[in-house]
């Protein structure tokens, strides 16, 4: 069969990823501050969050609602659930969050990769893009 198009059911990609927050404006300064994503243009829900940019098509929702999660818990971040990232200039992006206050745990794999807590406690993994 030519001319078709593909009609066989496949997942395509990463649309967006939700994380659960506790505080609009902590969350705005780590992300859209310390990590310079770009905030989108959200509508109306019925309750607050935020939107952030992540390139090619794909997107960072965070929806303020109670949060059932601790803020600490007794694993390392590439133990738990969470949210990889690839960046360029990692070393930079580290020295920053850490001057803010967030400890980056560095991958013990060895490879360009560091981990850092949000302030509800959300892992994100920092890949340094390449590797």
Not at 25 to 43: N, Q, T, V
Not at 53 to 67: E, Y
Not at 90 to 104: C, I, K, N, T
Not at 107 to 113: D, F, K, N
Request: charged residues 20%; glycine residues 14%; negative net charge.
């Amino acid at each position: 069969m030519t001319g078709g198009s593909d009609t066989t059911p496949a997942i395509l990609g990463l649309h967006h990823a939700s994380l659960v927050i506790g505080d609009l404006d902590a969350s705005s300064a780590f992300y859209g501050g310390h990590l310079g994503l770009k905030p989108l243009e959200r509508p109306e829900l019925g309750f607050p969050g935020l939107w952030y940019d992540l390139g090619g098509g794909q997107a960072l929702h965070l929806l303020l609602v109670p949060n059932p999660d601790p803020t600490e818990r007794a694993v390392r971040c590439g133990q738990d659930r969470h949210l990889a990232l690839r960046v360029r200039g990692l070393e930079g992006l580290a020295a920053r969050l850490e001057a803010a206050g967030f400890p980056v745990e560095r991958s013990r794999s060895g490879r360009p990769a560091a981990f850092v807590r949000d302030p509800d406690g959300n892992a994100i993994e920092l890949i340094e893009d390449g590797a």
